[in-house]
């Protein structure tokens, strides 16, 4: 199920998917996501952003999908 290798642990997208629907683990998943995004972005930044932009811009997002389900 859960496999550990180069210090990184690999869920299956089938168990991810899974908890990120359960109630208990969704913040959980979320805040994984979150994490990810601003690791993603920080490498691609060429200059400085305001946290508070960002996770603005993250909400609005997060609410867009939410809605469309």
Do not use: C, G
């Amino acid at each position: 199920m859960l496999k550990i290798r180069n210090n990184n642990v690999l869920i299956p997208l089938h168990l991810w998917n899974e908890l990120k629907s359960d109630l208990y683990f969704h913040e959980l998943i979320e805040a994984l996501e979150d994490r990810q995004d601003l690791l993603e972005a920080k490498k691609e930044a060429t200059e400085f952003f305001d946290f508070r932009e960002y996770d603005s811009k993250r909400l609005k997002a997060i609410n867009i999908e939410t809605s469309q389900k």
